[in-house]
């Protein structure tokens, strides 16, 4: 029965990566991460876990679209051993497939604003003895005091483009952001020594960002 189990849900993982694939995303090393970390153990809605949509956890925030979440991964285009900061981490399916993203040697950190949620994270998180940093705190500002990063991924709509989180990266990082208010762009800002090049990947919707840089204080 628990064998059966678990080839339907190795099946169903099949299917939702069939449809990610389809939208043109061919990064193997996020396919892996999608196999490794089952996002119906972060969902409370287990017969639509494998389904391409958000679905609702606590606080009316969402756990992000599967096809959002490797489209993210993908342009962020994270390393073993990389530093990484997730801002919004909501049931912590993300930061789990970061951390599958950058290995043992990398170092992956997340904050979420509401603390149930938080909670939350931290318990997917232990099922799974997965190693990452869950802070509950107001990540609009970012997180100077762990960086500087590689990479800063926020998960929820920022009102404008984060400039103020530049000065939180290494050089050569990356930081990648949903951008607007009904609509957002999907943004990505490289730092290239004194240069900041920011590249638009199009429309998402998100759940707006809240806090002090946020929609709502
Ligand atoms: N990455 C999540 C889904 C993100 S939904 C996952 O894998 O499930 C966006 C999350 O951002 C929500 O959980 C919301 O509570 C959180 N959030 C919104 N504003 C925030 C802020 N200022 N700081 C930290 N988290 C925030």
């Known amino acids: 029965m628990q064998i059966k189990k678990r080839k339907e849900e190795k099946e169903k993982i099949e299917e939702m990566l069939n449809t990610i694939k389809a939208y043109g995303i061919t990064d193997k ?74 290995g043992k040697e990398g170092e992956a950190i997340s904050i979420e604003y509401f603390e149930e949620l938080a909670e939350l994270a931290k318990e997917n998180l232990k099922k799974l003895s997965i190693d990452a940093t869950i802070i509950c705190s107001d990540g609009s500002e970012g997180f100077k005091l762990l960086g500087p990063y590689d990479r800063i991924i926020i998960t929820a709509a920022c009102p404008e483009i984060p400039k103020h989180l530049i000065g939180h990266l290494k050089d050569n990082g990356i930081i990648v952001a949903p951008v607007g208010r009904l609509f957002q762009k999907m943004i990505k800002i490289t730092k290239e020594k004194s240069k900041i090049k920011i590249e638009d990947y199009g429309s998402f919707r998100f759940v707006p960002l809240l806090g002090k840089k946020g929609f709502r204080y």
């Open 29 to 102: 090393a996020v396919f892996k991460a999608m196999r490794n970390i089952p996002r119906s153990l972060f969902v409370e809605q287990k017969e639509l876990a494998y389904e391409d949509m958000p679905l609702q956890t606590k606080r009316m925030q969402t756990i992000s679209q599967p096809y959002t979440v490797a489209f993210m991964l993908f342009i962020a285009n994270l390393k073993k051993g990389h530093k990484v900061l997730e801002i919004g981490t909501g049931t912590g399916w993300n930061i789990a497939l970061i951390k599958e993203l950058i």
